[in-house]
């Protein structure tokens, strides 16, 4: 009996031994899974510090020689301007610590104080008068901006005086182009150089060869001890074909790329890629002549323009790869916010034309007044040698007709064309622009504008708003501006380009990309 109790506890101890060592075994597992768990995460979470970008056509990396749209692009982080744009378009300070417009024809910019090119010699308005006057020789995407521009005085070191010809409506949005060093190109040809300019911005140039650049951070920027750069190098790399690029892109040799194809998922597909699409400033417009027989009413504007369908339009010619445009500054203007959207309705066609006395009678539109009959008859102008505008004009004249408008469709030759466009001798033109930076209407509006229309209370607007520089105010100013556009119709936006940035998942930080640059917010990017 006591031999059996001896058996049993001897068991029991024999099995708490047991216990005891499954549990340690399963603690020390569960210890290195946490610590393989930790690890893994600190992995996934670890970031790298060289961003891989692609670029083709490849030309120069001075800012001010290039034509290279990329290089532009990219130089808003190189070379800093006077003043820059905001990713909603509106003007901020860079190098200049304020500007102010004196009078008409006179704008002082004062520089910040301290600043530094990235070798550590010192910005100094001698810089910029040297900058302007290699720009005034018109060799330069900038060279527009300082067209103007009469004469540029050197008030002190930090001061400049610019002297315009005649006044400007927001001059001061020509000046983003970038700042070069007088001393480093004192000895040289200035527009034969290969010279790097020296770096104002958050990184410089620390290399270059035939096939690529690299970038690294600039310590001497102004604002390198407060803000936190994340990328460390920037490598860019020159392909000979857009299309050699989105290979590299695919296989992952390079992070980024920007481009104007609207079908550049048929070539690197969607996995593992993130596309953002911005809008560009080709805008495409019908022009009506305002003075002309029934387009004189604004009745007869605002049902062609209920009666055509952009959306189709977008759908139809360009595969909803272009945006429907409402007005000249809805590229992405703080002075625009509203949705640009197609205002198609025949039933509000119907209905602007039935309250200006037009009926609609055997398929066409017509009004009897003192005995005369009139007929909605226009005649359109297109460039024939415009193969995607003479789309648009066709469909235009398809959805015009099947509301009751006559349209006679006019494809004349490019020469023609221009002729009629100078003269303004037609009733509607197919016609476009490429948006600057800046939101002066004067063109659309302005004296002898394309479309002879004629608004006291525009006229005085615009007089207004070239000596105010207060936000809300402007806004309250082409709101108004806008209102009156949407009553009388004397152009009808169609339609926008669409840009693209294509990079990695890889990459990552708020992409907001512009017109201006696509590296809004880079200082924030980084590459996982």
């Given at each position: ?249 695919k296989i992952g040799n390079i992070d980024l790329v920007c481009t104007s194809n609207t079908n550049v998922e048929d070539y690197i597909g969607t996995i593992g890629f993130v596309t953002k699409d911005y809008k560009g400033r080709e805008l495409d417009f019908i022009s009506i002549n305002c003075e002309e027989g029934v387009l ?233």
């Amino acid at each position: 009996m006591k031999s059996n109790i001896i058996k049993y506890l001897f068991i029991i101890f024999a099995i708490g031994i047991i216990i005891f060592a499954i549990y340690k075994i399963n603690s020390q597992e569960e210890t290195s899974n946490l610590n393989l768990e930790n690890n893994t995460s600190q992995t996934s979470q670890k970031t790298e510090s060289i961003l891989n970008i692609g670029i083709s056509d490849f030309d120069n990396i001075n800012p001010l020689i290039t034509k290279n749209k990329d290089i532009i692009s990219l130089s808003t982080i190189l070379y800093d301007p006077l003043l820059k744009i905001t990713e909603d378009y509106e003007i901020e300070n860079c190098l200049a610590e304020e500007w102010s417009k004196s009078d008409k024809t006179t704008y002082l910019v004062k520089l910040k104080d301290n600043l530094k090119w990235d070798d550590g010699s010192t910005v100094t308005g001698t810089d910029v008068k040297y900058t302007i006057e290699q720009l005034q020789e018109g060799k330069s995407v900038y060279s527009d901006n300082v067209e103007n521009i009469k004469s540029v005085e050197i008030i002190d070191g930090n001061t400049v005086r610019i002297n315009l010809k005649e006044e400007e409506p927001f001059f001061e949005y020509n000046l983003i182009f970038p700042i070069v060093s007088s001393n480093q190109f004192k000895n040289e040809d200035f527009y034969k150089s290969r010279l790097a300019p020296k770096a104002t911005g958050m990184y410089k140039v620390t290399s270059a060869t035939e096939s690529n650049m690299e970038l690294e951070k600039n310590e001497n920027w102004r604002n390198a001890d407060s803000i936190e750069r994340k990328i460390d190098k920037v490598i860019i790399t020159y392909f000979d074909t857009i299309g050699d690029a989105y290979n590299s892109l695919k296989i992952g040799n390079i992070d980024l790329v920007c481009t104007s194809n609207t079908n550049v998922e048929d070539y690197i597909g969607t996995i593992g890629f993130v596309t953002k699409d911005y809008k560009g400033r080709e805008l495409d417009f019908i022009s009506i002549n305002c003075e002309e027989g029934v387009l004189a009413n604004k009745e007869v504007r605002q049902a062609i323009n209920y009666a055509i369908d952009k959306n189709k339009i977008n759908s139809s010619v360009f595969s909803n790869n272009y945006y429907v445009s409402s007005f000249p500054i809805d590229y992405g203007s703080y002075l625009y916010s509203k949705e640009s959207k197609s205002s198609y309705s025949q039933d509000k066609a119907k209905e602007v034309l039935e309250d200006a006395g037009w009926e609609y009678r055997y398929g066409s539109w017509r009004k009897t007044e003192n005995y005369r009959t009139q007929y909605l008859n226009i005649d359109l102008i297109v460039d024939n040698s415009n193969e995607t505008r003479v789309k648009v004009a066709e469909l235009i004249e398809e959805q015009l007709e099947d509301f009751g408008i006559n349209v006679y469709l006019y494809r004349v030759s490019n020469s023609s064309y221009k002729r009629y466009l100078e003269n303004k001798n037609y009733d509607m033109i197919i016609t476009g622009v490429n948006n600057g930076y800046s939101p002066d209407l004067t063109y659309f509006f302005g004296k002898d504008n394309i479309a002879n229309y004629e608004n006291e209370e525009i006229t005085g607007i615009l007089n207004d708003i070239k000596n105010i520089s207060d936000k809300d105010m402007l806004t309250e100013k082409y709101n108004r501006i806008i209102e009156i556009y949407e009553d009388e119709m004397p152009y009808i936006c169609l339609y926008r380009n669409k840009e693209k940035v294509v990079y990695s998942i890889r990459l990552t930080g708020e992409v907001i990309p512009n017109n201006y640059s696509v590296y809004h917010n880079f200082e924030n990017w980084y590459r996982q």
